[in-house]
């Protein structure tokens, strides 16, 4: 078997494909751009599906069919940037899930557990200087939740298997569509479609549609939800599916459930649309005859898993997908969008935005997530003065990637919004007149937001390195030692958002979905 070194840069490849899978490919491109994978492996596209490249943009592209200016191209035009740009599609690269397979030939050297082994890979990964990645982790969840500063530790499933091989399954699994899993203990004599058809709308958007669905169904609850993560590792190949036709159960439960829920008109970012998941995974094992566990886990948009496997022979090597599957159109504003100047911008002025509308946002934001807006609530709350003045500013939910070369922020998009809900009141007390998230926002604090005369505004989930190009410069002006969640102050040139929650309270979260629900039927 390969000796410790190798297995360890083998494991680095593969933790850094696995968080920002690959760049482009090295042949049949234009002479002016760089062709040479930095440090020997790509960093760049975010959606490679196991070889199936093809298939899973294809599907992606099906989605553009009902609306070239949709935020499905937002979505597209980003991966491509960052395939061009050899970096994340999103900002958020996720805790790095990991099953192995260890052939029970396999001999290893060295003092180091395999566990050990793939936590260095993540770590030295994530620490790439010519490409770090956002280090998400914290330690104490419970309490201090202090960041870990590298990635780590990295969740792991191993077992034993035939052979002289090590096979990896590694992804990186994002925040936002992670904290929409469930897990049900049903009946046998329960309706799953049923139950998956009237959950799913309670998701909301946090998740990032159009993304896939992973099911585990049977055995015990911990054996069911680790079935519904390893799901999410297959292949995009629901249109082979449908073109074969089905062969079993479950591959009924598939089709059903991806035309059944597609019909609910979720669609991108949960606005409407026809597209809601792009597949539907089911894996299943024999349970008690009293049980019937089924758990469910999303995956969002910038899905991005890989498959490894070492045999001895030296490290594994990735191919990039080929450019040529993206439609060739790119995401442009549409010609009814707003010029936006932030620096001068009032709450009578807002009052001429309504839900739906396109804002191009010009000039200063600050930034504050979940441990920001936690501080700010608990000095507010102590008499304390303020490190910045909230009043007549523009807040925008993200944890930035750190910059490289000429970059004024890495990869920066927005976070689920419906977790700053606790802390609106708080804030808009100070004056804050806007803040930009992702997904919806809840009825009380949309109540809030038309009590304040405020607006709330979304940017487009997973496509953050398209954000990202729009920020000119970035600089941390509070709460440093919060690492990624320190506030910062970005300067914007025509940064794309939508009006999700206009000053009348009217939300397109509610309006959009019940229009394509209508159109799909």
């Given amino acids: 078997m390969a000796e410790p070194n190798t297995l360890l840069l083998a494991l680095l490849f593969l933790a850094v494909a696995a968080g920002w899978v690959l760049g482009r490919g090295a042949s049949g491109r234009d002479e002016e751009v760089d062709q040479t994978p930095p440090s020997q492996y790509y960093l760049g596209l975010n959606f490679l ?36 740009g050899k970096r994340p599609l999103c900002q958020d690269t996720g805790i790095v899930t990991i099953f192995v397979e260890v052939g029970m030939d396999v001999e290893f050297e060295g003092d180091q557990t ?14 790439n200087p010519e490409n770090p990645l956002r280090a998400s982790i914290v330690e104490d969840p419970l309490g201090l939740r202090k960041n870990t500063k590298n990635n780590t530790p990295a969740v792991i499933h191993t077992r034993l298997v035939k ?17 929409k899993a469930h897990l049900k203990m049903m009946n046998p004599s329960d309706d799953l479609v049923g139950y998956i058809l009237n959950l799913i709308p309670t998701l909301g958007a946090g998740w990032c549609p159009p993304g896939v669905l992973g099911i585990g169904v049977g055995g015990t609850a911990e054996k069911a939800v680790i079935m519904a993560k390893e799901s999410l590792m297959e292949s995009i190949d629901i249109q082979e599916l449908i073109d074969k036709g089905a062969k079993s159960r479950v591959d009924e439960l598939r089709l059903e459930l991806y035309e059944k829920i597609n019909q609910l008109g979720i669609g991108a970012q949960g606005l409407g649309g026809l597209t809601t998941v792009l597949d539907v995974k089911i894996n299943d094992f024999p349970t008690h005859a009293a049980s019937l566990p089924v758990a469910i886990i999303p995956n969002c948009a910038a899905t991005r898993h890989i498959h490894f496997k070492l045999d001895g022979n030296g490290p594994a090597e990735f191919v990039p997908p080929s450019l040529d599957f993206y439609p060739k159109e790119e995401w442009q504003p549409n010609e009814n969008a707003i010029a936006v100047d932030l620096d001068s911008l009032t709450k009578e002025r807002m009052s001429q935005f309504k839900a739906g509308d396109t804002l191009l946002l010009n000039g200063k934001i600050l930034t504050a997530r979940d441990a920001a807006h936690k501080r700010i609530e608990s000095m507010i709350a102590n008499g304390e003065q303020l490190p910045v003045d909230l009043k007549n500013r523009v807040i925008y939910y993200v944890g930035p990637v750190d910059p490289i070369q000429d970059e004024a922020v890495g990869p920066a998009g927005p976070t689920t919004a419906t977790r700053m809900d606790k802390f609106t009141e708080s804030i808009l007390n100070q004056e804050v007149i806007g803040m930009i998230g992702k997904a919806e926002r809840g009825q009380q604090t949309i ?40 506030i910062y102050e970005f300067e914007v040139k025509d940064m794309p958002v939508t009006v999700a929650v206009d000053q009348e309270g009217n939300s397109i979260h509610t309006s959009g979905p019940k229009q394509w629900r209508i159109i799909s039927q």
């Fill in 114 to 127: 395999i566990d050990d082994l793939i936590n260095q890979g993540v770590a030295e990964a994530y620490l």
């Fill in 163 to 179: 052979g002289r091989s090590i096979d990896f399954k590694i992804a990186a699994k994002g925040g936002g569509s992670e904290n």
């Fill in 49 to 84: 599906l196991d070889g199936e490249q093809e298939s899973a943009l294809k599907a992606f592209s099906e989605a553009l069919a009902v609306n070239a200016e949709t935020f499905e191209m937002q979505i597209l035009t980003s991966s491509k940037l960052s395939a061009l």
């Fill in 447 to 486: 109540e809030m937001i038309k009590k304040n005369k405020a607006i709330y505004m979304i940017a487009v989930g997973g496509a953050a390195f398209l954000v990202s190009k729009a920020i000119n410069k970035a600089q941390k002006i509070a709460f440093e030692d919060l690492g990624m969640e320190a």
